[in-house]
């Protein structure tokens, strides 16, 4: 392969690829906050969910972090999630974009209520609240369960 050649074909690569980044760019700015929050919110459950409570502590919120130690998040979940079994199912049952939350600083929140089934308690309602953290990311700042 002669240098124009290759230099033809590296210009194409990489002009294909800065159109592929722009792309992606658009579709995360498209996104809408309830749909970033989510995300995150379901890979903490899934963390939550495996019994990996230590983790999901530590992918928690600062907010959460400060309210709660890590002692206190395994006492707590332990005691109200570890008596219903596996999740067997769970839906999105609505979620909300607000910037305030009662007995919480001002800042960017989804409330998300979830209707879940598990082993041993065939319908409850999760309630997960991500925050926009300090560090630009969704983190979970409040987790329910009735």
């Known amino acids: 392969m002669n240098v124009r050649m290759w230099q033809m074909e590296f210009k194409v690569a990489a002009t294909s690829l800065l159109v592929l980044l722009a792309m992606c ?3 995360r700015a498209q996104q809408k906050p309830e749909q970033l929050a989510q995300q995150s919110a379901e890979s903490w459950l899934a963390l939550v969910d ?4 230590a983790e999901s502590w530590q992918e928690a919120s600062q907010l959460f972090k400060a309210a709660v130690t890590l002692e206190q998040w395994q006492n707590a979940v332990r005691a109200s999630r570890d008596p219903f079994g596996k999740v067997l199912s769970r839906k ?4 909300t974009y607000t910037k305030t939350l009662p007995g919480a600083p001002d800042g960017e929140y989804v409330v998300i209520k979830y209707g879940s089934s598990f082993e041993h308690k065939q319908a409850a309602v ?6 926009m953290d300090k ?11 009735k």
């Open 25 to 27: 760019t658009v579709v």
């Open 50 to 53: 495996s019994g990996k409570y």
């Open 92 to 95: 999105v049952t609505s979620a």
């Open 126 to 131: 999760e309630t997960v609240t991500p925050m």
């Open 135 to 145: 560090d630009g990311k969704w983190r979970v700042s409040g987790y329910y369960i």
